[in-house]
């Protein structure tokens, strides 16, 4: 490595170190979308809490943290009534981590 190369990948590094503490500061970790499976009640909110849960487990697939669908970005929640009365509803959003959180598996970075 030549003498000028090694000061410009130190300064590549703390760039991309700033780049990622700004994102976690503003909550910008999401994964790809999600969704629930069709979940099912005898009435919206038992529908909207299964879909909801099943959801969190899908998305708990990706880490610690990603669980949570009151941190999801894009929530989309889809319900209807079969004719028998019994509602299905669907979850889907792209699981984020909570704001100033970061991911576990940065890229670790050679200084």
Not at 8 to 26: F, I, N, P, Y
Not at 50 to 77: F, I, T, V
Request: aromatic share 6%; proline share 5%; net charge neutral.
């Amino acid at each position: 490595m030549s003498a000028r190369t090694i000061p410009r990948s130190a300064a590549m590094s703390v760039l991309m170190l700033a780049l990622l503490t700004g994102e976690a500061a503003a909550g910008k970790y999401c994964g790809d979308p999600v969704e629930s499976g069709k979940a099912s009640g005898a009435t919206r909110e038992e529908a909207l809490i299964a879909a909801q849960r099943w959801w969190s487990s899908r998305a708990g697939a990706l880490g610690k943290g990603y669980e949570h669908w009151d941190n999801a970005a894009d929530q989309a929640m889809d319900c209807t009534q079969d004719g028998k009365g019994t509602f299905h509803c669907r979850a889907s959003g792209r699981p984020c981590l909570p704001d100033g959180t970061l991911p576990d598996n940065l890229p670790k970075l050679d200084l």
